[in-house]
């Protein structure tokens, strides 16, 4: 296999619903989960959140800038134009952005392996996947918070 097709092979894209808003990683995810936390919910107006997590030093955009809007130590961007939720970052966390699933062009290739925030989940919405359930964050922070 020729380097460029190794190189396309581990490329990730996504970009919001107009196209003015890009990117890439150019490293596999390290993370992949479900959020039911209310401010999760909020943000991408869904019962449920789904994300894919990388490095942001193999991360890079095109386009426009994302608008954002966030409560420390949480910050997400959208695109200012259509509206659409891209990703979210954490100040504990600042080596990694989480992009929205749906944002993916290929949402498909990124299974969540965990379930957060279950302790907030709607009690009308149920998902028997099989997966491991944490009450609260799925991604543990340095100075061990855990809420």
Do not use: K
Not at 1 to 11: D, I
Not at 40 to 55: D, E, N, W
Not at 80 to 86: D, H, R
Not at 106 to 120: D, M, Q
């Amino acid at each position: 296999m020729s380097e460029m097709a190794v190189q396309q092979q581990n490329l990730h894209r996504g970009g919001c619903r107009c196209g003015a808003i890009r990117f890439e990683a150019t490293a596999d995810p390290i993370y992949a989960s479900y959020c039911h936390c209310g401010d999760c919910r909020r943000a991408s107006g869904a019962p449920v959140a789904a994300f894919v997590g990388f490095h942001a030093a193999d991360v890079t955009f095109e386009g426009a800038s994302a608008a954002t809007y966030g409560v420390a130590p949480v910050n997400r961007s959208f695109c200012g134009t259509c509206g659409a939720p891209i990703a979210y970052t954490d100040e504990r966390l600042s080596d990694r952005i989480f992009f929205m699933l749906g944002a993916m062009d290929a949402p498909e290739n990124y299974p969540p392996r965990v379930h957060g925030y279950v302790r907030e989940q709607l009690p009308f919405f149920h998902v028997d996947d099989g997966l491991p359930r944490m009450e609260t964050m799925t991604v543990p922070r340095p100075s061990g918070e855990n809420q």
